[in-house]
């Protein structure tokens, strides 16, 4: 056979019927083409007139919208929600007690006047502690100061708080000798007297008017009753 004989067989061959064979069923493809035809009959496509067309560019506008403003509302609760959370900080790092300058200033001047009463009735050991614990109304922590009362004199100088003040160190040591001076004439056996009394006043007036702050913008200072000086 020739070339072209070749050829024609060939041709003949691949349009013969029993050459291709019927593929296998597909039922999910027979199911899809079901609905396709299906949709078809039931809902024609709709024409593209310009209404259309409008319409769908609406609706993509709106669509739009809606996502931008939602992001927009979600970024305002989330500043919103740091902003709460940042506060809520700042407040529990706040102490947990906090006195104003009029509380200290009365705490202070009842005990003077507890002091300038004890005196008159001789009690010199009530005299010297008054003295003392007016000192200590002005310069004990905060979170310390409604309890001063309850504390021992250790602990109390533990919780007295000079570092704001220029005279720091020399505050500390009027502290420490006013409280040398208290501690054994009033929870002790030793005997207060006039002069130990005398002592006392002008320690604590030493020691009030030196409190004098760091920073001349805060009004804690304050200065020693002349009662005393």
């Excluded at 929600?81 to 705490?107: G, N």
């Excluded at 005196?119 to 003392?132: F, R, S």
Aim: contains cysteine.
């Amino acid at each position: 056979m020739d070339n072209d004989a070749i050829r024609k067989e060939a041709e003949r061959i691949l349009k013969d019927a029993d050459f291709h064979q019927a593929k296998p069923d597909n039922p999910i493809a027979e199911l899809l083409k079901f609905l396709t035809d299906h949709f078809k009959m039931k809902m024609p496509p709709v024409e593209k007139t310009l209404g259309n067309r409008w319409i769908w560019e609406s609706l993509g506008w709106l669509l739009k919208i809606l996502f931008y403003g939602l992001l927009a509302a979600l970024t305002i609760w989330i500043i919103y929600w740091l902003w709460k959370k940042i506060s809520s900080m700042k407040q529990t790092a706040k102490p947990a007690f906090t006195v104003s300058q009029a509380e200290r200033k009365e705490a202070r001047s009842q005990y003077l006047q507890q002091a300038e009463q004890a005196a008159q009735a001789q009690d010199y050991g009530l005299a010297i502690h008054c003295l003392y614990m007016a000192a200590v109304t002005q310069t004990i922590r905060d979170t310390d100061f409604h309890r001063a009362e309850f504390l021992t004199n250790r602990e109390l100088a533990n919780a007295m708080e000079f570092s704001g003040y220029q005279a720091s160190e020399h505050l500390s040591r009027l502290f420490n000798e006013m409280l040398q001076l208290d501690e054994p004439r009033w929870f002790g056996k030793t005997e207060a007297s006039l002069s130990h009394f005398d002592s006392m006043r002008g320690l604590h007036s030493d020691f009030s008017n030196q409190l004098t702050l760091k920073s001349t913008s805060n009004s804690r200072a304050s200065v020693g009753d002349r009662r005393y000086a």
